[in-house]
């Protein structure tokens, strides 16, 4: 890896603290997905990107940034990449996935606050996301009250911290408030990188985000195939690189990814044999480098086949029409897209709980682990629901929730292995 020392020191940050958080980041890595068995060779692409996450990708971004152009970094699926490329900025996720710093993010919020909100803090707070350092505007967003009253102390650690007002409800009121917001932002990108966002640079925008996310439903689709031809771990890994990558690269890379997926489908090649118990994971989202509960549940002998989280489907499903030739028609048709987003902070919610059941079916899942993060009050309130949908289903399902630290690893490992044994004594009996 090339010194990036110089690089991380003029973005402000602490370069102790950083080195012993890409210590961490690295050990993981290299446990978790390198120790793979049959990993699909394309998957180097996504190891190479990894192991430059804070270097050659934040390189790139400086580079840009010295050419003109802008960086956007925001923290929900609900911010509309089409609108910010339509500019020639740059989208990137802030990660939120590791326990950093957790102490000092503490004195500014309550301890039962959940460990995705601590984690940003922590990250600012402990000066080692070079993602957040080299954005021109962060955007928050009025999602569930924790991130929405969060921002309010975090505006005064990130002074161009921007706040997008969302809708509660699905009625039509509520889609001209995600319209008008859509509109307000729109504007602001405007101002930021002094582009005027016309029709063209609308649509190719929809173009290069509509191709990423096709590549990810046609990685979606192969992971129905049994035997799994990719692992979950893996899986979610391209999911979280979609959030960072340059977006035509990233496609290309998904697109090589599939194309070794279907041959591994027409011989029968799988990472676990088949008939390996499958797991759907429905919950909150993970952000990069959350992998504990997908290598809990990958290590006890299921493959996962599928994430309903905004890190996977729920983030990356339906396209925007492209149909439209005005600018008024193709923000419309962004609005469309986005408004189907079926995240817990709705309320009634009924479209999510069928979505997890279609996805379950479409999967082939014999069973659904929830995976909601300890004091998020929308996914764990939301769970019953779940489950009681799925019971009446007859869909097997498992609800967890924990936070980012280690400790609770064996208590958990000891219910997925009871839960996925119960998945496997039903599948024989079945064939029996
Ligand atoms: S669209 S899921 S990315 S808001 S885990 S911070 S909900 S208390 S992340 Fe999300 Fe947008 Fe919804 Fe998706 Fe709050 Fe829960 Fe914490 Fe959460």
């Known amino acids: 890896m090339a010194d990036y020392r110089a690089m991380w020191a003029q973005l402000g940050l602490d370069l102790e603290a950083h080195d012993a958080l890409l210590k961490v980041l690295g050990e993981g890595y290299q446990s978790l997905f390198l120790s793979q068995k049959n990993r699909p060779q394309a998957m180097g692409y996504f190891d190479f990107v990894m192991s430059e996450v804070h270097g050659l990708r934040i390189k790139e971004l400086q580079d840009a940034k010295a050419a003109g152009r802008k960086v956007i970094g925001s923290f929900c699926v609900f911010v509309p990449e089409e609108i910010i490329l339509a500019a020639d900025a740059i989208s990137v996720g802030l990660c939120a996935g590791a326990e950093f710093a957790f102490a000092e993010a503490e004195k500014l919020l309550p301890r039962n606050t959940c460990a995705l909100i601590k984690s940003f803090f922590g990250f600012k707070l402990g000066r080692v996301c070079p993602y957040i350092e080299s954005s021109d505007m962060v955007v928050g967003e009025t999602t569930c009250d924790g991130k929405k009253k969060s921002y ?6 990130q002074p161009n911290l921007y706040v997008m007002e969302l809708p509660q409800m699905k009625e039509p009121r509520d889609r001209e408030i995600l319209k008008s917001e859509y509109e307000r932002f729109k504007r602001a990108i ?3 990188t002094g ?6 640079r609308l649509k190719k925008g929809i173009q290069t985000v509509n ?12 992971r129905s195939a049994d035997p799994a031809p990719i692992s979950g771990l893996d899986g979610l890994l391209i999911n979280q690189v979609a959030f960072y990558d340059d977006p035509a690269r990233f496609t290309e890379s998904v697109n090589k990814v599939c194309d070794e997926l279907e041959a591994r489908v027409r ?8 008939g390996t118990p499958r797991i759907l994971i429905s919950g909150c989202p993970m952000a990069v480098p959350n992998w504990k509960v997908p290598s809990i549940i990958e290590s006890s002998g299921a493959v ?19 149909s439209g030739t005005t600018q008024k028609a193709l923000m419309d048709a962004i609005v469309e897209r986005y408004f189907q987003i079926d995240c817990a902070i709705f309320t009634p919610n009924p479209d999510r709980l069928q979505h997890i059941e279609d996805m379950a079916k479409a999967y082939r899942a014999d069973g659904v682990i929830h995976y909601a993060l300890q004091f998020c009050q929308p996914y764990t309130i939301e769970s019953y629901a779940v489950e009681q949908k799925l019971k009446s289903k007859g869909v097997p399902v498992m609800r967890l929730e924990t936070d980012y630290s280690q400790e609770d690893i064996g208590q958990l490992k000891v219910r997925v292995e009871t839960f996925i044994e119960m998945l496997r004594q039903q599948r024989s009996s079945r064939k029996g």
Request: proline content about 2%; some cysteine.
């Open 195 to 200: 582009v005027k966002i016309d029709a063209a």
């Open 152 to 157: 309010e102390s975090f505006q005064e650690l």
């Open 304 to 322: 996962i086949v599928g994430e309903e989280s905004c890190v996977g489907e729920r983030g990356q499903r339906n396209l925007v029409d492209e």
């Open 190 to 192: 405007e101002k930021l």
């Open 211 to 222: 191709a990423k996310r096709r590549a990810l439903h046609r990685l979606a689709a192969l």
């Open 267 to 274: 011989k029968g090649d799988g990472v676990a044999p088949k």
